[in-house]
């Protein structure tokens, strides 16, 4: 079964949660949600990756397993995945929220100081959908921790954004993994545009037959 994005209800009911509730980790999901990061990548940020001054985040490292299973900092795995995000002034205030009075450093750190793994957050995230209740079970499709990527990315679809700016907003190495990831949502988009561009036709008597 194929990962799925959130639909409009669904986030909203997740929104209301970690801007409400006391959820550990709420800050690196809600990034995700509206930057489209890997959440590897959001564990990885620290301060000076982010430029108050043009407003951008740089991405360029993540949080992995390496040798013995320990968790460590690298590089992306592709040259793709380093990227400068353009994010908007909500974004940009809320990550001066977040930094706070550090002046270097990591911007997210677990209980007992150390870096903070998917699987610390994906277990805070699972626990959240199931306790509030937040998934609607008869959509189609898997819900993980992933998913909040793919949120913000059919958002940005349903937007009208172009596959091309997407490819570079999530880091993709070329824009078939794009389109091939976010095919039905292109589709369902394009028919919707193709349709309201028909009328218009219509309207002004310009029809082939």
Do not use: W
Not at 47 to 53: A, G, L, P, V, Y
Not at 131 to 159: F, M, P, Q, W
């Amino acid at each position: 079964m194929p990962v799925r994005a959130l639909t409009v209800a669904e986030q909203g009911k997740l929104l209301n949660v970690l801007k409400t509730e006391d959820v550990r980790y709420s800050e690196i999901m809600l990034l995700s949600m509206f930057t489209g990061m890997r959440i590897g990548e959001v564990c990885a940020l620290t301060e000076e990756d982010i430029n108050f001054n043009d407003n951008t985040i740089n991405v360029c490292k993540t949080v992995s397993r390496g040798e013995y299973g320990k968790t460590i900092i690298c590089e992306t795995k592709t040259s793709a995945g380093m990227r400068k995000l353009h994010i908007n002034h909500a974004v940009a205030e809320f990550l001066r929220a977040c930094i706070g009075e550090k002046d270097f450093g990591l911007l997210f750190k677990s209980g007992n100081n150390k870096l903070v793994t998917t699987n610390q957050v994906n277990y805070v995230y699972a626990k959240v959908l199931k306790d509030h209740n937040i998934i609607d079970n008869s959509v189609y499709g898997k819900v993980d921790l992933h998913s909040l990527r793919h949120t913000y990315a059919t958002r940005c679809i349903e937007a009208g954004m172009p596959a091309k700016v997407l490819q570079q907003i999530l880091g993709h190495t070329d824009i078939s993994i794009t389109l091939d990831v976010y095919c039905s949502v292109f589709k369902k988009y394009s028919d919707e545009h193709l349709a309201v561009a028909d009328e218009y036709m219509k309207a002004n008597n310009l029809e082939i037959a």
